[in-house]
T-cell receptor
Framework: QKEVEQDPGPLSVPEGAIVSLNCTYS??????FMWYRQYSRKGPELLMY????GNKEDGRFTAQVDKSSKYISLFIRDSQPSDSATYLC???????????FGTGTRLLVSP | EAQVTQNPRYLITVTGKKLTVTCSQN?????MSWYRQDPGLGLRQIYY???????DKGDVPEGYKVSRKEKRNFPLILESPSPNQTSLYFC??????????????FGPGTRLTVL
């Protein structure tokens, strides 16, 4: 069993839709949770960063962490074609820099 | 501009021919790391370095070497490449060695094909 599970998609939605992306994990020691966005032929770029449980909002993006369920989510409101990319969840333990990644979910937003 | 750079961006080589992929960061980051990305497997850490002359194995180190002689550079060396090392490689760096509120910044990637 992988430490971090993520549905690979693709997830296809029309422009303006609300998108929900999710990851589950098995290691309760993870304390920091991140979402990276990766465009084709590019390196991952940090989108959202959350410590422990709770919500964090940044513009159209909201990250949620539920440590009791070992479940994290990224919501994208009013999705745009420019949001089409692969979204990677990543997490790490306190005191360590090693990131453990999900396999990524490919999102396609059609005009 | 703060960035992580990698060279080359694309490389096609043959089995057994030694190669080096360079990585450089201009942010004075202490921690640097190499990942490979494969379909269905995601990003997996190959090696990491917490400071100059301090390196350690990640999850998939077999067939790779690294060195950290300077803070800004962290080259990945494939002494005798094999076809199973065909992959997309990313270098990353972060300010702190031991984790915390900072995170890793990634280079643009190097697509390697070993024939």
């Amino acid at each position: 069993q992988k430490e971090v599970e993520q549905d690979p998609g693709p997830l296809s939605v029309p422009e303006g839709a609300i998108v929900s992306l999710n990851c589950t994990y098995s290691n309760s020691a993870f304390q920091y949770f991140m979402w990276y966005r990766q465009y084709s032929r590019k390196g991952p770029e940090l989108l959202m960063y959350t410590y422990s449980s709770g919500n964090k909002e940044d513009g159209r993006f909201t990250a949620q962490v539920d440590k009791s369920s070992k479940y994290i989510s990224l919501f994208i409101r009013d999705s745009q074609p420019s949001d089409s990319a692969t979204y990677l969840c990543a997490m790490k333990k306190a005191g360590f820099q090693k990131l453990v990644f999900g396999t990524g979910t490919r999102l396609l937003v059609s005009p | 501009e703060a960035q992580v750079t990698q060279n080359p961006r694309y490389l096609i080589t043959v089995t057994g021919k030694k190669l080096t992929v360079t990585c450089s960061q201009n942010m004075n980051h202490e921690y640097m790391s190499w990942y490979r990305q494969d379909p269905g497997l995601g990003l997996r850490q190959i090696y990491y370095s917490m400071n100059v002359e301090v390196t350690d194995k990640g999850d998939v180190p077999e067939g790779y070497k690294v060195s950290r002689k300077e803070k800004r550079n962290f080259p990945l060396i494939l002494e005798s490449p094999s076809p199973n090392q065909t992959s997309l490689y990313f270098c990353a760096s972060s300010l702190e060695r031991d984790g915390g509120a900072d995170t890793q910044y990634f280079g643009p990637g190097t697509r390697l094909t070993v024939l």
